[in-house]
């Protein structure tokens, strides 16, 4: 099992930012991998948010319900994927977690790409109204 380790969630506002971050440990390799962002709100499934391929040349995939608002990224440099969110809802209230699908160079093209069978514990993010 990979270690991603999420950060940057927490409470705000609506309309307020948040930019979380998923660390994999520098002894990993990082690039070429399709890694996503996904979120759990309460009582609900979790769903895809933003997907990409990490590396240079890379695609990303958003969620039309984020599409605008969200950014995901990566710096290869410190093996961490980000996922800078603004304009934040009340509903996007919920655990954001970082997932990689765990075969290197696989087939990256969307929000169902996957398998994503590498997951982090998650992050929460609360937006009041």
């Known amino acids: 099992q990979v270690p991603l380790v999420e950060s940057g969630g927490g409470s705000v506002q609506s309309g307020g930012s948040l930019k979380l971050s998923c660390k994999l440990p520098?002894?990993?390799?990082?690039?070429?991998?399709?890694m996503g962002w996904f979120r759990q709100a309460p009582g609900k499934e979790r769903e895809a948010v933003a997907v990409t391929y990490t590396g240079p040349g890379t695609g990303t995939s958003y969620a039309d319900s984020v599409m605008g608002r969200f950014t995901i990224s990566d710096n290869n440099d410190v093996n961490t994927l980000y996922l800078q969110m603004n304009d934040l809802k009340p509903e996007e209230t919920g655990i954001y977690y970082c997932?990689?699908?765990?075969?290197?160079?696989?087939?990256?093209?969307?929000?169902?790409?996957?398998?994503?069978?590498?997951w982090g514990q998650g992050t929460q993010v609360t937006v009041s109204s």
């Open positions: 997932a990689r699908n765990g075969e290197r160079y696989a087939k990256c093209d969307g929000l169902t790409s996957g398998p994503f069978n590498q």
């Open positions: 520098m002894t990993r390799t990082f690039t070429r991998y399709c």
